[in-house]
């Protein structure tokens, strides 16, 4: 731990930014993964009840599974079948409110994250500069034989860098698991609430 704390103090004033979008990224990388996995559901067994439901005239329990159903695309398909008396530019306006509100829930933090992402390398860059200039600082001050003074500067602008260049890497990965994950939900309720006005149009409800 003591070691970990030297490389702070060595990196300079540009390692305090740099660790608070670590540590900013992270809490949010692990927020996404817990929420985005309660999310996912199975939509599959889900249709098969409701189709089930539906073709029975029960529309009451059909919308019951729904709400029973944790996740964005049991919501969706939910309102979708609230909806399906109505005609289809009206179901059709419907979902789209229901897409509208359920994505951003989907894509919160990203932003965020993206943006840390772009800016940690920049400020490693802003750590590689003021280490140097704090190198030639001691070269101008005719200091060149102190070595202690010359490795302070060289660390910095070392060490800011690599933290820079290694938040940026990690946490990349991490968003496009997670922007996956979004487009992987985002396509399953488009399927779901498309499958499911087929199917009650094709059983004339």
């Keep these: 731990m003591s070691g970990f704390f030297d490389i702070l103090v060595k990196g300079g004033p540009v390692m305090v930014p740099l660790v608070l979008c670590s540590v900013v990224a992270l809490a949010i990388s692990i927020e996404r993964f817990v929420n985005l996995k309660r999310a996912s559901t199975n939509p599959d067994k889900l249709m098969l009840k409701v189709k089930k439901t539906l073709a029975g005239g029960d529309t009451s329990n059909a919308v019951g599974f729904c709400e029973a159903t944790p996740g964005p695309v049991a919501r969706v398909m939910g309102t979708a079948i609230g909806l399906l008396n109505l005609p289809p530019d009206q179901i059709k306006e419907g979902v789209n409110q229901a ?15 993206s943006t840390i992402i772009t800016v940690a390398p920049l400020l490693g860059l802003l750590g590689t500069i003021t280490g140097l200039m704090k190198l030639f600082k001691v070269i101008a001050g005719g200091e060149i034989g102190n070595s202690e003074a010359l490795s302070s500067g060289i660390a910095e602008a070392l060490i800011t860098t690599a933290a820079g260049l290694c938040i940026a890497i990690t946490f990349l990965v991490l968003y496009n698991l997670l922007a996956a994950q979004v487009e992987r939900l985002t396509i399953q309720m488009e399927k779901a609430v498309t499958e499911l006005i087929n199917f009650v149009r094709k059983e004339g409800r």
């Design 99 to 113: 897409y509208l509100e359920e994505v951003p829930r989907l894509e919160r933090g990203l932003t965020t994250l």
